[in-house]
């Protein structure tokens, strides 16, 4: 038997392969379908089943692909329809892989099909479950996310709180949790670092698994302090059950190659968006007019989704050389298929061409803290936890989260200092509001860690979040 936790720190997401007796099955796959392909293929195993935990919100899953290429099985939780075929499977129903078995146990909650499959090795004994969004390291799944359910948020809570009891925590102390998700996802609230655990230390150390919580207590606890899910989330699981276009087709139409000609027309005659993936640095030192930043190097897809409100937006993107299939692959990951190409040779054919570059003023934490006076208008972007932490006096906090829905508060007469807490989503609310027509913005390189090291006073004191 052999489980390996294939692990995208972009998305903190977990996809799973399991193997026994030259039969593989996957479970949770990524938009892209080769590296599960491949490993099968140096295994010399078979694809016999797909297993999805729920309808994903955070991303758009490769099980269609997939089973398209190999003939595999999609299996899919109680109540669970789709414009594709599946295995909708029964609670408790086992599917034989190799000498293993796979046993499914309906936990609904996070979604009302959401399912935990339990692997029992050779033996039979109870080896691992593979919990979705049920049962996290440290938290358990939001309830607010399933697709026209018409359950509320404390209904699905409830029903968390019985999937727990009912259905995991009988389970032995020594099984393996390998959750869908770690730190850094908006499908949770207190999700841990680690991507695995054991039950029993989880039944120790996970607020939501105490032995004394009540049924109200676990749905006041989950539900209080859930901020609103990113706008993508609804539109991601609607296509993980209707099912998104081929992958490959995708891949090949996003991976053009366009001249500094044909890259403009696109952007100025085409309504396509120009999305620089560099680095901060780069990008403030010299980037197309009217572009976005959201850098490669960072929380990418999840920045992407929660910033670009049409999934069907026409986007035409800048990388650093080598890493064009990567965009096109990041963007898939979360619903946004409509990449028209790349600007071949960068920000340097632009300069050659003769075309007009725009830049954004940074300056260093030291700089800041020589012009700090409490009348700066300074722009605190990051999130509302974090800002009630610890931020600089005066400083307001606008989050980056949010932009679009508190651009009417932003004067484009005013001066901005603008950080983060280490300038990557900084820049990027930078370049939105650059591209909107605000000229008078100064991004702190290194945020509020930078900051944090100076003589700028702070404060962990909660203001009225307003600019005006």
Known sequence: ?????????CLAQGAYYIESGGQAAIIDPLRETIPYLKKAEKNEATIKYIFETHFHADFVSGHVDLARQTGATI???????????????????IFELGKVKIKVLHTPGHTPESVTYLLLDESGKEHAIFSG????????????????SGLTKEDLAGMLFESLRNKILPLPDDVIVYPAHG?????????????????????????????????????????????PPPQYFAKNALLNKTGADEFEEILQKGSVALDANTFEALANHEG??????????????????????VGLDGSFAPWIGAL???????IIFLCQEGREEEVVTRLSRVGYDNTLGYLKGGIQVW????????????????EFAKRYTKDLAIADVRKPSEYEAEHVDGAENVPLDFINDNMEQLDREKEYYIHCAGGYRSMIFASILKARGFNKLIDVA?????????SVPKSDYVCPSSLE
């Open 1 to 9: 038997m052999k489980v390996e936790q294939i692990y995208t720190g």
């Open 75 to 93: 299996v899919f939780g109680p109540g669970a329809e789709t414009e594709y075929k599946i295995h909708q499977a029964k609670d408790s129903e």
């Open 133 to 148: 969004d049920t049962l996290f390291i440290g938290d358990v799944g939001r309830p607010d996310l399933a697709i026209k």
């Open 183 to 227: 730190a850094g996802s908006a499908c949770g609230k207190n999700m841990s670092k680690e991507t695995s655990d054991s039950l029993g230390h989880q039944k120790k150390t996970n607020y939501a698994l105490r032995a004394d919580m009540t049924r109200e207590e676990f749905i006041k606890e989950v539900t209080i302090g859930i901020l």
């Open 272 to 293: 396509a968006m120009v999305l620089d993936t560099r680095s901060p640095k780069a990008f403030s030192e010299g980037h197309i007019p009217n572009s976005v930043f």
């Open 308 to 314: 670009i409100t049409d999934l069907q937006q026409p």
């Open 351 to 366: 300069k050659e061409a003769g075309k007009e570059l725009e830049t954004i003023t940074s300056i260093d934490a030291s």
């Open 446 to 454: 290194g945020g509020f860690k930078a900051i944090s090291e100076t």
